[in-house]
């Protein structure tokens, strides 16, 4: 089967192109990274949350201050739904800085309120090592000057003031907040200090937010193979080991939407080399530490760590694949973690039936058409309707998704997890995938599913 | 948003960018632990330079196509009335066939979440009843913004004393939604279109949060000659007002049955007054929430030492000073309202879960109450309001001194 009409689009044809049954000796992907069918019940984001809320949002030392009308800010306050853990709580995520635009600030522009909001925050948190400033629509359309207050702000207040042009109309997606935020990062903090003393084992961990601590899974993996992580991009991350990251000798790239553009930035202009891993599951996590050996050469180290590593987990994990094979799964992530799942869930025996992004681009499908079934469906910014469709006609016997689908599958009495905030995490690496393993269990023989009343259809 | 979710078979459409409806969906989705249907027009870069006039268009045709709502409201962003889109305009040239489409004005920019549930309200009533005859002897009751638990006591209030009336709007069961197979096309309940025409002919409306909902009351009483009050009935006095107040718009008597309530809500303050007595009590909510409750614990013999609300209002400075002689916070936000905390030697704090690292860092004890709470379940269920309600609310009150009592 090529591309495909599901039964709730029939209105709107044009999303056709966007959704492709997996056939075999086929060369066919969904179209992706397009503006969004208006009115047609998405579950996409903005620019504004690619930037603020995914990729600077979990940097821990700095005041993110919000320019614009309170909503952007409340709603992002703490990141959200999303737990980037950091080793900073008492600020990072607590406060919520805004300058709380009104309307006549609207009519007679924004910029003195700017200012003064930048320095009132750095007065109240003098500890803290910068402040970025995040546009929102309003502002992008009034036309702010938001380089020169900041640069005003900076030379008074002695510390980064950095803006961000993140207004959320741009763009189709939270992607280009992605890039927007690799862009200026790169430009204004990377390769601003000096690290004190540099290792030939140093690393970036780039693309993991520290979801629930992923990054505490992750790190000492690479630390007891000898490698010093020089900088975790962005995930508890202060904004000087971001500004020291120029001198590693290799970038590890994780979440591979959100951060190829700074890799590509930071090998174009320093010469590191990108090796790109999935560290979800026992198998891709122990190619990651493979590949990121072969590098530095400490192969027989990284095999050791791999041994001893999967003997803890591995009865645990047959244990689960017992329970869980033959079970189907519809994954819909932002973006990667749909291909990173599809082989992480084909450790268990359990089939990939359907997968979809909110903000995938081609190479991601690509990926995703590359490692399901024949017979899969893959879908591209899934709006609500296609998604009750699927569940309902596909009977998935797992869904694994983010909050906004949470209650959904719960109503149509579909187990879920939680794919973007976890259930219980963290999720990566060997010790995470146990974690998950447990999650996945529980949603899918918890007793309550057995007690829904089916009435007869309508 | 919160308006329209009470609306059968309505869908809320966002004119603006993809953020402005993800970000609140998600809001709904941890507050009521239940799914909600947005949509939203996507205005892009294009839209903002041209005009978001083709996305509107092209957005209320795909819902009506798919949906076949009753009603979609058409919530304005920063984004759309800062380009200054007429959705007003745009939306009267259209022909929806059984659709009802109505504009809601609600810029961030402009006062808060509160204005927008007033403003949707005003817009509801104001496009969609019409008068005609005959009139009937029902009551309007516009509850703002509260949890579908409030909504049910004061349903349950009004039909032990026969009363008939329209809720504007009735979230107690679109957000407290039972799971049963196959799941309805749109979620049981929910006030309906033909209710929202009809409202015109009540012969009184009451308004229990003035903010969140006075200017449709408002405009009922002008335009249509109703009787209208507005009263938040959380605690005795309050409740007592209102019951009154229903009676004379009705001709009703309080049945023995919501005299036992009044009965034991007094038991259950009477039970627990050695522990409500003397406690110095920070209240943080919307303004006539907040009001309601500073009268509420004061009947409880506690002291409101903070009055505290993040929607500015003359009314609300005004009526605070009445119910408390302490600190009031008029439109500040939970910064300040920290401040004030450790300032004046605070027991206990009520506010939503923004609050809860407040009454950490503090070391008070903590109710939660409003939107959002989503740092422990089941809020949405139960309500604050009426008699019966008013017991959960000194249980809880009670229980947080006792675990705070217990911490040391």
Same mark, same amino acid.
């Given at each position: 089967m090529p591309l495909t009409l599901l039964n709730s689009d029939k209105a709107i044809p044009e999303r056709e192109k966007h959704t492709y049954i997996k056939a075999p000796s086929e060369n066919i992907l969904p179209l992706s990274n397009v503006q969004t @069918?208006?009115?047609?019940? @998405?579950e996409r984001g903005c620019t504004y949350a690619g930037c603020m809320g995914v990729v600077c949002g979990p940097i821990k030392d700095v005041i993110h201050l #919000?320019? %614009?009308?309170i909503g952007c800010a409340y709603w992002t306050w703490g990141g959200g739904t999303r737990q980037?853990?950091?080793?900073?709580p008492g600020f990072h995520g607590k406060y919520c800085f805004s300058t709380d635009m009104q309307e006549d600030n609207i009519i007679f522009g924004g910029e003195d309120k700017l200012y003064k909001s930048i320095l009132e925050a750095h007065e109240e948190f003098p500890e803290a090592s910068g402040v970025f400033v995040h546009s929102t629509c309003a502002i992008g359309l009034i036309g702010d000057d938001l380089s020169g207050v900041c640069k005003r702000a900076e030379e008074e207040t002695g510390i980064r003031v950095i803006p961000f042009n993140c207004e959320g109309f741009r763009g189709c997606s939270q992607s280009l907040g992605h890039h927007i935020a690799n862009d200026t990062l790169f430009e204004?903090? #990377? %390769?601003?200090k000096e690290p004190e003393e540099l290792t030939d084992y140093d690393m970036n961990i780039i693309g993991d937010y520290n979801i629930q601590g992923d990054l505490w899974a992750i790190m000492p993996l690479f630390e007891h193979m000898g490698i010093r992580i020089l900088c975790t991009f962005t995930g508890n991350a202060s904004v000087d080991e971001i500004a020291q990251a120029h001198r590693a000798k290799l970038n590890l790239m994780h979440c591979q939407r959100s951060t190829p553009y700074i890799c590509k930035l930071m090998e174009e202009k320093y010469g590191i080399p990108v090796v790109k891993a999935t560290l979800f599951g026992v198998e891709q996590t122990s190619k990651a530490l493979r590949d990121v050996a072969a590098f530095f050469g400490l192969e027989d180290k990284a095999e050791e760590i791999i041994k001893e590593e999967v003997a803890q987990i591995a009865p645990k994990i047959e244990a689960y694949r017992s329970k869980f094979e033959g079970k189907r799964v519809f994954i819909y992530q932002g973006a990667p973690r749909a291909w990173h799942w599809i082989n992480m869930f084909r450790e268990f025996g #359990?089939? @990939?039936i359907a997968a979809a992004t909110t903000f995938g681009h081609e190479d991601d499908y690509a990926k995703i058409c590359e490692r399901v079934n024949d017979g899969a469906l893959v879908i591209d910014n899934p709006n609500s309707l296609e998604l009750e469709e699927i569940l309902t006609d596909l009977k998935p016997d797992l869904f694994i998704s983010g909050l906004k689908e949470k209650y959904l599958a719960y109503k149509l009495g579909v187990p879920f997890i939680n794919g973007h905030a976890y259930e219980k995490g963290p999720y990566a690496a060997y010790s995470g995938f146990v974690n998950f393993a447990r999650d996945v269990e529980k949603t899918l023989f918890a007793p309550v599913w057995g007690l829904i009343r089916r009435g007869n259809d309508a | 948003m919160y308006a329209l979710f009470g609306v059968h078979a309505a869908v809320p459409l966002v004119h603006g960018s993809q953020g402005c409806s993800a970000y609140p969906m998600r809001m709904f989705n941890r507050h009521f632990g239940e799914p909600v249907q947005v949509a939203v027009s996507s205005l892009g870069e294009d839209a903002s330079v041209f005009g978001g006039k083709k996305n509107l268009v092209e957005s209320i045709k795909n819902v009506i196509a798919r949906r076949h709502p009753a009603l979609i409201g058409v919530i304005t962003t920063c984004l759309s009335e800062t380009i200054g889109d007429d959705i007003d305009g745009i939306i009267s040239e259209g022909n929806y066939e059984d659709s009802k489409v109505v504009p809601i004005h609600t810029p961030s920019y402009v006062g808060s979440h509160v204005t927008g549930y007033d403003n949707a309200l005003k817009a509801l009533v104001t496009n969609l009843s019409e008068e005609s005859e005959p009139a009937n002897a029902k009551l309007n009751i516009l509850p703002g913004m509260v949890n579908p638990g409030d909504v049910l006591e004061i349903k349950q209030m009004l039909d032990s004393m026969n009363i008939s009336y329209t809720i504007l709007s009735d979230i107690s069961e679109t957000l407290n939604a039972p799971l049963m197979l196959p799941k309805p096309p749109f979620t049981v309940g929910g006030t309906s279109v033909a209710e929202l025409e009809d409202c015109a002919k009540a012969r009184g409306v009451i308004a229990l949060c003035e903010h969140a909902g006075g200017s449709a009351a408002v405009y009922l009483k002008g335009k249509y000659g109703m009787a209208a009050d507005t009263i938040c009935p959380i605690g005795i006095a309050n409740t007592d007002r209102f019951l009154d107040a229903v009676c004379d718009m009705t001709c009703a008597e309080i049945p023995y049955s919501l005299e036992q309530g009044r009965g034991r809500l007094i038991d259950a303050m009477v039970d627990v007054h050695m522990k409500t007595c003397g406690k110095r009590a920070a209240i943080f909510a919307d303004p006539d929430i907040a009001l309601a409750l500073a009268e509420f614990v004061t009947e409880l013999g506690m002291e409101p030492v903070i009055v505290s609300s993040s929607t500015a209002s003359r009314k609300f400075l005004q009526k605070a000073k009445s119910v408390t002689d302490g600190e009031i916070l008029n439109g500040r936000d939970l910064y300040e309202l920290q401040r004030a905390v450790k300032d004046k030697e605070v027991d206990i704090l009520f506010g939503n879960t923004k609050c809860t690292p407040i009454a950490k860092d503090e070391n008070v004890a903590f109710v939660r109450c409003g939107?959002?709470?989503?740092?422990?379940? %089941?809020?949405?269920?139960?309500?604050?309001?009426?008699y019966h309600g008013g017991v959960y609310l000194t249980d809880l009150i009670t229980n947080a001194i006792l675990e705070w009592g217990e911490r040391g």
């Open positions: @069918t208006p009115g047609d019940f @998405t #919000v320019h %614009g009308p980037n853990l950091s080793d900073n204004r903090v #990377v %390769g601003t #359990v089939e @990939t | 939107f959002p709470v989503y740092d422990r379940v %089941g809020y949405h269920r139960y309500g604050f309001m009426g």
